[in-house]
């Protein structure tokens, strides 16, 4: 990439799709401080309340958390994907060395598809039932290759069937989405996200309505596709197992802001947040006790339009009287939690945590 634009001052151009200068080794994607609401009848829902990351090629993040965290309308807004009259969206997105908050939607729809893809929850409802899988992969492959002739495209769509693991792509190729299995049809939506080789791929709960054979045969797809084109991959999920098999690093978020950000090992094996303790206690584990009985957080997440003062989980937290009101009144910010690397947003002491959490090992009967 050559020199970054320069604005009138002679500083570099930041403003939106202008392309910046990156070092080798920069993040693909780097989003500082997004924030997404939306205006309603019942308030203000504040969906995305301040998060910050970054994906580098070749590496998987795994973003987890209830429903209505804030994980999907995220991805959303990285793809740029929200309705400009009803979503306000601030802070910074970075694809690949390009501003995404502020571009105008037909500079984000050329990035869409060919630099970043998405692959849905539900691929039944993502296809459209009326047109072939392969006449929908081919289009995907035109919109970016408008020299690209019907054989070049058909072409290209049978080979990244192919490379998915459907059989018979040609003939697969004239099918339509309903003469799929779950499987194929998730595969299908992987090779529409993959037709462009992009480099960073968004899946959402790409694996919630399959079995869990099907299921490890699309995680195992991914990370071979990943091994060869060393994309950047968020992985989007509720499912802990899916995020310890296939995740690099792990971004915990409750009540639209992030709670815990560490790598997988941090997060799964020395978790810091007593919410990730939750969601690690509420799921079977193969190295524990049988008979011991799950523990689920106690509560419901918070409504978005109504979030909880201080820190939004204190409600359901049953150490939020440790240290007197500020779980009520303080919002904690994400700071390092001792390791290299390592976030977490909570108002505990660390020496506190690490012998909460050991007092919570020994009451679950669950070994980390």
């Given amino acids: ?53 970054a994906v580098q090629r070749g590496r998987t993040l795994g973003i987890v958390g209830e429903s209505g965290s804030g994980k999907s309308v995220t991805s959303l807004a990285v793809l740029g994907l929200h309705d400009a009259r009803r979503a306000t969206i601030t802070g910074e997105i970075w694809v690949g060395g390009r501003q ?99 480099e960073l791929l968004i899946a959402d709960e790409p694996t919630t309505a399959l079995d869990v054979t099907v299921q490890a045969q699309i995680l195992d797809l991914l990370a071979d596709l990943q091994a060869e084109f060393g994309s950047a991959i968020i992985m989007i999920t509720h499912d802990l197992g899916v995020v310890s098999q296939v995740a690099d690093d792990v971004l915990v978020m409750y009540g639209g802001r992030a709670v815990e950000h560490g790598s997988v090992e941090q997060v799964l094996r020395r978790p810091q947040h007593p919410y990730t303790w939750g969601l690690l206690s509420s799921v079977p584990s193969l190295h524990g006790d049988a008979d011991a009985d799950l523990v689920p957080i106690r509560g419901n997440p918070p409504s978005l339009i109504n979030l909880p003062s201080g820190c939004a989980f204190h409600p359901r937290c049953r150490y939020a009287d440790r240290n007197g009101d ?18 977490v947003a909570c108002h505990l002491a660390a020496d506190e945590r690490a012998r909460l959490y050991r007092e919570d090992i020994a009451q679950v009967g669950v070994a980390r």
């Fill in 1 to 53: 990439m050559g020199s970054p634009e320069l604005a009138p001052s002679g500083q570099p151009d930041d403003r939106p799709g202008v392309p910046q200068q990156r070092a080798a080794d920069d993040p693909y994607l780097r989003v500082t401080d997004l924030r997404v609401r939306f205006d309603t009848t019942d308030g203000v829902v504040r969906a995305v309340d301040g998060v910050s990351f």
């Fill in 100 to 198: 995404v908050v502020g571009m105008s939607e037909e500079d984000v729809r050329r990035l869409r598809g060919r630099d970043m893809a998405m692959i849905f929850q539900d691929p039944l409802s993502a296809l459209h039932p009326y047109y072939t899988v392969g006449r929908q992969i081919a289009e995907a492959y035109r919109v970016h290759h408008p020299r690209a002739g019907r054989r070049e495209a058909r072409q290209r769509a049978v080979d990244v069937l192919g490379r998915v693991g459907i059989p018979q792509p040609a003939r697969r190729f004239d099918q339509h989405p309903h003469e799929f299995s779950g499987g194929m049809r998730q595969r299908a939506m992987i090779a529409m996200a993959l037709v462009n080789d992009p």
């Fill in 326 to 343: 500020r779980s009520r009144t303080e919002v904690p910010e994400l700071r390092p939690a001792g390791e290299d690397g390592h976030l």
